[in-house]
């Protein structure tokens, strides 16, 4: 059987960007995209916490995914961490997020690390990964999250890409003074990277890692 490999994204901003990137790594590999952009409004809703209806509705991606051949499924949205590892348990494919590989080399590079983010739901995820992934690596850092104000809504409700982008390289730039590591913490950050390459300190992005992991089931 062909082997297929399915993304699940909570934003209309990142399949394109996405598929672009895994196409250029693995050509000849069919991608299945998912979108519900109703999922990070639900938690919000609920106290930046997922539900178990949003953990039924991961189930239901991964099930179908699995159902139409893929041998591995990821996550791109960084809130949903926790709803990942509860939904993995229903499927006998690995379900993943895309910021683990991110982490995992934050974490080696530098003992101060600055997480940035725009979507407030994603403070908490962030900061348990990130410490998972420490823990993971034997490694003792300190990593602080910082919220980019207003980013978010630039791009999901202004539809104004340039500020958001301005916005989080200002922050970037900011914590590159105080930090040994800037990690823009979602994948909607990832190309932000290309306006920060004159900084003295790594800046780490998901996905190209974490298109990287997939190896292992390709």
Not at 82 to 87: D, H, K, Q, Y
Not at 117 to 145: E, F, H, L, P, W
């Amino acid at each position: 059987m062909e082997k297929k490999i399915a993304f699940f994204h909570s934003t209309l901003n990142t399949p394109a960007m996405m598929s672009e990137a895994f196409k250029k790594r693995f050509p000849d590999v069919p991608l299945i995209n998912v979108v519900d952009d109703s999922i990070l409004p639900e938690v919000m809703a609920n106290g930046d916490r997922h539900t178990p209806g949003i953990v039924r509705r991961l189930v239901s991606f991964a099930i179908n995914a699995q159902i139409q051949g893929a041998v591995a499924a990821v996550c791109m949205c960084t809130t949903l961490g926790g709803a990942v590892a509860e939904a993995a348990k229903a499927v006998d494919i690995p379900f993943i997020t895309i910021d683990e590989p991110m982490l995992e080399k934050a974490v080696q590079s530098g003992e101060k690390i600055a997480l940035i983010i725009t979507a407030r739901t994603t403070r908490k995820a962030s900061s348990d990964a990130a410490r998972a992934a420490a823990s993971r690596m034997g490694r003792d850092v300190q990593t602080d999250v910082i919220l980019v104000e207003g980013a978010f809504e630039a791009l999901n409700v202004q539809g104004d890409k340039e500020r958001h982008d301005a916005l989080i390289e200002e922050a970037a730039r900011k914590a590159a003074e105080d930090y040994d590591v800037i990690v823009l913490a979602q994948a909607t950050m990832a190309f932000i990277a290309e306006r920060l390459t004159d900084l003295t300190v790594p800046v780490l992005t998901s996905v190209e890692s974490g298109i990287e992991q997939l190896t292992a089931w390709l």
